[in-house]
């Protein structure tokens, strides 16, 4: 693979995703989160099993039984349960708010990394960790009229959102070591099967049997936008960006989703831009290249 092509796989994930965000925004006024996660995986793995031998050919790559596991268990809990609290906190804090609190996600793979993979950060990075999350905090404190909203529970979407970001970076240092042996599409199934087995199995021990069933006013159109583009398309390309550039890198290059949410919400949604959110989003970038440049 050509120099770098790593580092704009982890770009333009980031757009993909930050277009998936707002499709799964307008979704989820509809759609209870579990049964919007549990339909877009399905969709999703079905659109694998032809991508996988156009792009690998039949060949079955040669798996290690633990490779298998590991795969399965980073989309059981990257798929499956961090995009089902995701969606939910989405709905509590709105795509604008949910994207800025994404930039915690570098911090913790950094982290993550730091201690499982053995990557090392320095006296720049741990300044970038502070900049981002002082952005984040202040970018996602709710103002007090929007406290004051019944409808939402800011700290409890803000909590979810973070306890789901924590497991998509568990996820992906889980997997990393398998990204770097095996063809990315097969390891890309195999976490969206351990995704959906481990959705349909919560499914059962919670008596929670409609979220198998699909919805007679579902906006199919838009389903199957928001899961080719936010999903299909960006988990391929920010599997592929862990792939062929370091975690942390590909970590800090994610970030960028943040921006594109932002004005996309703004822009589609209609969601408004507070002087304090153009704060909040320039400390957290000011994070992100401080850790780019300190690589």
């Not at 404190?141 to 019944?150: G, I, Q, R, S």
């Not at 976490?191 to 906006?219: D, N, Q, T």
């Not at 936008?225 to 862990?242: N, T």
């Amino acid at each position: 693979m050509p120099n770098g092509i790593g580092e704009l796989f982890s770009i333009l994930s980031a757009a993909a995703w930050a277009v998936g965000v707002i499709l799964y925004r307008r979704l989820g006024e509809s759609l209870p989160p579990l049964q919007l996660n549990f339909l877009k995986n399905c969709l999703v793995f079905g659109m694998l099993i032809p991508a996988i031998p156009l792009l690998h050919g039949m060949a079955i790559p040669q798996f290690e039984t633990r490779q298998i596991l590991l795969s399965m268990l980073s989309g059981l809990i990257g798929i499956g349960l961090a995009d089902t609290l995701y969606f939910r906190a989405l709905n509590e804090l709105g795509a604008g708010r949910m994207g800025i609190l994404g930039n915690f996600y570098s911090p913790f793979v950094l982290v993550l990394s730091f201690i499982f993979l053995g990557d090392r950060l320095n006296a720049w990075q741990w300044c970038g960790f502070a900049l981002v999350s002082t952005g984040v905090f202040l970018a996602s404190k709710p103002t007090a009229k929007e406290v004051a909203k019944p409808a939402h529970d800011f700290r409890r979407g803000l909590l979810l959102g973070l306890l789901s970001i924590g497991l998509m970076a568990i996820s992906i240092v889980l997997v990393k070591p398998v990204l770097e042996s095996q063809p990315l599409l097969w390891v890309t199934g195999l976490r969206m099967l351990g995704a959906i087995i481990g959705m349909v199995l919560i499914a059962s021990f919670r008596r929670e049997f409609a979220m198998l069933k699909v919805p007679k006013s579902l906006h199919w159109w838009r389903l199957i936008l928001a899961a080719f583009v936010g999903q299909f398309v960006a988990m391929v390309l920010w599997l592929a960006g862990y792939k062929y550039t370091s975690a942390s890198v590909a970590a800090i290059l994610n970030e960028t989703a943040s921006i594109f949410i932002l004005l996309l919400a703004w822009f589609w949604l209609k969601e408004p831009l507070t002087r304090r959110g153009f704060i909040g989003v320039g400390l957290t970038l000011s994070g992100v290249s401080f850790m780019l440049w300190a690589r």
